[in-house]
Antibody, heavy 120, light 107 residues
């Protein structure tokens, strides 16, 4: 069974750093693009970042560029999101999503999400 | 960047009605567009990709059409389990922008 499971979300102060993880199983990890998507309380879905299967291609939303880093460990089947200089507006439920292929970013499999709360 | 606008922002329809949701891109996106269903407390679900390809396991009452700047998601016969917020998302290039969402309710 294909599974993706996010972890690492917590309450953190503005300006702090946090690393989210997405542990995967049930598929050949390095043959799929992966993405992070977030949903702030009461708001819609917001794409955050995506990475191709090999890690060669990486894309970011303007709202996180320069602060967040997406990466993947293809030997361990884990996707990461390093979040620095966190702001109150980064508070959200963060989803990990698997694409349809190595450079096919359509988000076909989603985890249940991990909650990040940025507050003093 | 290409902007993506959905309409309406919400709608209420009766069971069995045909429901249409529109997504408009500010520039051409070819057919690189997806539709998602998101129920409260649940995980988003991919319904349609490449504008009109039904994702595996999605009921056939859902369909997508369009190319370039104008796209449509149609539910041919609305069912109670279709109550959700629907989002389009463009994939032609980064950023992979979502539309603002359309909340569908039963009248």
């Amino acid at each position: 069974e294909v599974q993706v499971l996010e972890s690492g979300g917590e309450l953190i102060q503005p300006g702090g750093s946090l690393r989210l993880s997405c542990t995967t199983s049930g598929f050949t990890f390095d043959t799929y693009a992966m993405s992070w998507v977030r949903q702030a309380p009461g708001k819609g879905l917001e794409w955050v970042a995506s990475i191709g299967g090999t890690g060669a291609y990486i894309y970011y939303a303007d709202s996180v560029k320069g602060r967040f880093t997406i990466s993947r460990d293809n030997s361990a089947n884990i996707l990461y999101l390093q979040m620095n200089s966190l702001r109150v507006e980064d508070t959200a439920l963060y989803y990990c999503a698997r694409g349809l292929g190595t450079e096919n970013y359509y988000m076909a499999v989603w985890g249940r999400g991990t909650t990040v709360t940025v507050s003093s | 960047d290409i902007q993506v606008t959905q309409s309406p922002s919400s709608l209420s329809a009766s069971v069995g009605d045909r429901v249409t949701i529109t997504c408009r891109a500010s520039q051409g996106t070819a057919s690189f567009l997806a539709w998602f269903q998101h129920k409260p407390g649940k995980v988003p679900r991919l319904l349609i990709y490449d504008a009109s390809t039904l994702q595996s396991g999605v009921p056939s009452r859902f369909s997508g059409s369009g190319s370039g700047t104008d796209f449509t998601l149609t539910i041919s016969s609305l069912q109670p389990e279709d109550v959700a917020t629907y989002y389009c998302q463009k994939y032609i290039n980064s950023p992979l922008t979502f539309g603002g969402g359309t909340k569908v309710e039963i009248k």
